[in-house]
């Protein structure tokens, strides 16, 4: 990553060590390969926030909770088994919340 982050002075350059694939498999380098692919193609950017909104300004943290829970609600749907009927996405489910494993 190369820019400016917060404690740092100026443009520097950061490593960011990321498995390959995570504990349970998740293929984390071909996800941000993807994000990355996604940004510099198919919207034609080079510079400026990873996560922004169409204006190029920064997103928001928020902006995105109401997509992911579009995405839980549609795998409780089509895969029952994977989230347990007890919980209430809407309320028991959020970005800004810490998930409990039962």
């Known amino acids: 990553l190369r820019g400016r982050f917060k404690g740092a ?3 520097r350059w950061h490593l960011v060590p ?13 996800w941000f390969c993807r994000l990355l692919l ?3 193609q198919m919207e034609g950017r080079r510079t400026g926030w990873v996560f922004s909104q169409k204006n190029g300004s920064r ?6 909770d ?4 579009t995405y ?5 749907k089509e895969k ?4 347990t009927v007890k919980v209430d996405v809407d309320k028991d ?10």
């Open 9 to 11: 002075t100026g443009i």
């Open 72 to 76: 839980i609600h549609r795998l409780k």
């Open 93 to 102: 489910l959020s970005l800004w919340r810490t998930w409990r494993r039962e």
């Open 38 to 40: 996604r940004i510099t």
């Open 18 to 30: 990321i498995a390959d694939k995570t504990r349970p498999g998740v293929p984390a380098r071909w």
């Open 59 to 64: 997103s928001k943290f928020g902006d995105y």
């Open 80 to 83: 029952p088994d994977k989230i």
């Open 66 to 69: 109401g997509r992911f829970k």
